[in-house]
């Protein structure tokens, strides 16, 4: 009997050495399949989000809407109020009513200059104000903190008006949010609203912003003006004025001019861009002006 079972696990031991590579590899082509997923693809207002916008094709760029541009940037400061200066002001609206506590004569013409800014006076949350139109009553004079510009821009920021918002990105304000490196503030004589603008030179520069690393694609979207913008001067709005954003082209020199093209408005990037700026204000509760929509290609 002993024998009997030595010899009957002889043979499994065999059977296992002689077919179980066999029998291995028949059961592994039958359990085991390779799947390979495609990438999808982003959706454009997604892109545009990321600034991940396809380049224009050459035939898109026409001459006739070339321009020379030179650019400087901005942010929005945060102030305090000035309670017991003599000199300080208020920010006005259009209909010349006090919208802000008072502000220092530094501080009022830094507001002038950027365009918007932050006012928080310590007990609630602050308060963000943009600058609207420059045709209010003269104000404060800031001709010592402009320096060499020139005086009808000096005589604009002396009548700026404002209006304070409340959302982020000002949507129950604007009709474009303020979407930084995105937002360029131009001279409306020159750029109309709403307009995207395309920067060959721009695409490829690497920036950070909200903590992460991107890589530009090179459109920007005229939503802003300010008293000190004119003729081909645009202003590109940043988080802040810590470090020289994109240097090769923010150079803040009228000298450092760069080539850019308007995309027309019904291009598949425009509207992506368009749409992308609808994306960041759809979650607010004080909606912005509904804008136009263009149709897409």
């Known amino acids: 009997m002993k024998r009997l079972f030595l010899a009957l696990a002889l043979v499994v031991a065999a059977a296992a050495i002689f077919l179980g590579p066999p029998l291995r590899s028949a059961f592994a082509g039958t359990t085991e399949v390779d799947i390979t997923l495609g990438r999808a693809e982003m959706h454009p207002t997604q892109q545009a989000l990321n600034f991940m916008l396809d380049a224009p094709a050459d035939e898109a760029l026409p001459t006739k809407k070339k321009m020379k541009l030179w650019a400087t ?33 530094e501080d009022w013409c830094d507001a002038a200059m950027q ?57 129950d304000v604007r009709t474009i949010p303020l979407m930084p490196f995105r937002t360029i503030a131009v001279d409306r004589q020159r750029i109309r609203m709403g307009t995207v603008v395309y920067v060959p030179t721009l695409r490829g520069k690497t920036f950070w912003s909200n903590g992460e690393f991107y890589t530009h694609d090179g459109y920007l979207i005229a939503s802003d003006t300010g008293g000190a913008i004119e003729g081909g001067h645009i202003d590109m709005f940043v988080e802040d004025a810590k470090v020289d954003p994109l240097p090769e082209i923010v150079r803040s020199n009228a000298r450092g ?33 509904k804008r136009k929509k263009a149709s897409s290609i």
């Open 73 to 105: 940037y901005y942010h929005m400061p945060t102030v305090r109020p000035s309670w017991t200066s003599v000199a300080a002001k208020p920010l006005i609206d259009r209909n010349g009513n006090a919208v802000s506590p008072p502000l220092s004569t």
């Open 115 to 171: 365009g918007s800014v932050w006012v928080d006076d310590g007990k609630k949350e602050p308060t963000a104000y943009m600058f609207v139109d420059s045709g209010g009553p003269e104000q404060v004079v800031c001709d010592r903190y402009f320096g060499d510009l020139s005086s009808g821009i000096k005589n604009a920021t002396r009548r700026a008006r404002f209006a304070p918002f409340h959302h982020p990105q000002a949507c």
């Open 257 to 289: 001019t760069f080539d850019a093209y308007v995309v027309d408005k019904d291009h598949p990037m425009a509207v992506a861009l368009h749409d992308a700026a609808d994306e960041v204000c759809k979650d607010s509760d004080r909606p912005g002006r």
